[in-house]
């Protein structure tokens, strides 16, 4: 018999909200349900989408349910899967323009950079060395809208534009439940909030306006793309990572 590996770990986060996260890399996604309708915030690492099928499977939630992606940017590890889902399922996408040009390929690396991107493989951690050398999402994926800050989508989930990781960088707020999903804009790291990797950041000081802006949130729960959502002591988390950033605090090396 063919054994399945575990690509992705369930966690909830609160009701209708889970977190999928792939032990090789820590990389999220996250799943809202909202009556009839189920929701999808980035839907990395695997451009099959199989990762992603295995956690619908583990709740029981057939992929045809799925009405719309929002993406909080280009990474492969928080965009492989949107192409294939969207072409498979009919699923809307949704991305900032500022993101455009790596979600539809323009911005493709040719020749032995292209080459040697497509060779990482889609699991471990080296995973988002492969959409750096392609400079581009694995698969051209169109917008079905193009998500501009403060604009409500799919009734519920509030738009904030939150550039310096990527240009086009993007967070999203889901209203009903406060649950701020925050991509690569924040990260949580052993129940604290800090900052991405300063290799990995694009523009720091857009990147810092950007974490400012989402720790203004009053968010009560905080889902970040890497290793974990936020559940407990998320004010208290806040005001921390908001006075080391008032008071001038340095950006770290590796976050
Ligand atoms: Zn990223």
Redesign the pocket.
Known sequence: MKETRVKVQVIPVTEGVWCFRRPSYFACSYLVCADADVFAVDVGMNSDAEDFAQGLNELGIAPNRLKAIFLT?W?N??SAGAASLKRRFGVRVYYHGGDEPSFTRQTASRGVRNWLGKHVPEEGILV?LRGLLEEAAPEAVAADHLVADGEIIEKEFRVLATPG??TGHVAYMHEPTRTLFC??ALAVVAGRLRLMARP?TLDLSAARASALKCLGEDARFICP?HRGPLTGDVSQARRRLLEYLEAGGRWPLLG
């Open positions: 940017h990474h590890d928080h988002l990781h990527t991509g690569d990995v793309g």
